[in-house]
């Protein structure tokens, strides 16, 4: 089964970086303690961000991009069907000690979440806000 999350094109939230145009960088630690370090970044309207996710943790760990009623049912999706594979350019699956990245423009400003989509990391605090300003 596989849950898309707002499929490959723009959503409201923004679209896919190109990788060769980043502004900025921005490192986020996660943790087994269901806590993403920071758990919220402000960035401008039309930035090109790439987050370098840094997993200290000995568990798997996700970083998803979207509204947190979105990301919260994409999650019961996932606990409801284990094994479940989430396909969207708007998340990475980080393993224990690894690190990942996600390039996204933000296209729009506005409050945005991510969360952790592993069965019981969102229930258990693992989520954030990007603030996109104007």
């Not at 930035?47 to 998803?64: A, D, K, S």
Request: charged letters at 20%.
């Amino acid at each position: 089964m596989v849950v898309q999350a707002g499929g490959l094109g723009e959503v409201r939230f923004g679209k896919p970086g190109d990788p060769a145009k980043v502004d900025r960088t921005i490192e986020i630690a996660v943790s087994d303690d269901m806590r993403y370090s920071p758990d919220e970044v402000r960035v401008k309207r039309g930035q090109t961000i790439r987050f370098q996710v840094l997993n200290g943790g000995e568990l798997r760990h996700m970083m998803v991009l979207g509204k947190l009623s979105e990301l919260g049912k994409q999650a019961e999706l996932m606990r409801k069907s284990p094994g479940t594979a989430l396909h969207t350019p708007a998340a990475i699956s980080i393993e224990p000690g690894q690190t990942g990245q996600l390039v996204w423009q933000f296209t729009n400003a506005g409050t945005f979440d991510f969360a952790c989509l592993v069965p019981g990391h969102l229930v258990g605090g693992m989520k954030g806000k990007v603030i996109v300003l104007p």
